[in-house]
């Protein structure tokens, strides 16, 4: 009996992600984004795998924050209300990390 296992958006863009399917093995991809994982048997269990990262919300307005890379494969956390932006980092963990720091905590 084949299992149905629902698919986590991508950590990327949160689109709904795909996956491609070369019998026996399986990619998952995001088709917005292009950020895929590698070839496998356990593709699926992979991608969805990853820890829920936390992202606070904006300090200056409040509203929900996203993490966005840029052409040079560098890390931001931008605002999606007033377009605040962190400093570009070398990983998503460290642009988080950046942005999730507050004065006084």
Not at 29 to 49: H, K, L
Not at 80 to 89: A, D, E
Request: proline share 5%; charged share 30%; aromatic share 8%.
């Amino acid at each position: 009996m084949n299992e149905v296992i629902k698919l986590r958006p991508c950590p990327f863009c949160g689109h709904e992600a795909d996956v491609n399917i070369s019998e026996p093995s399986k990619q998952v991809f995001c088709p917005n984004c292009g950020a895929a994982n590698v070839w496998g048997e356990d593709a699926v269990r992979r991608w969805n795998r990853r820890k829920k990262e936390i992202i606070k919300n904006c300090p200056i307005c409040g509203a929900r924050a996203s993490v966005y890379m840029a052409y040079d494969s560098t890390f931001c956390v931008q605002c999606r209300k007033c377009h605040l932006t962190s400093s570009y980092k070398r990983t998503r963990k460290e642009a988080i990390k950046t942005w999730n720091r507050r004065v006084g905590e």
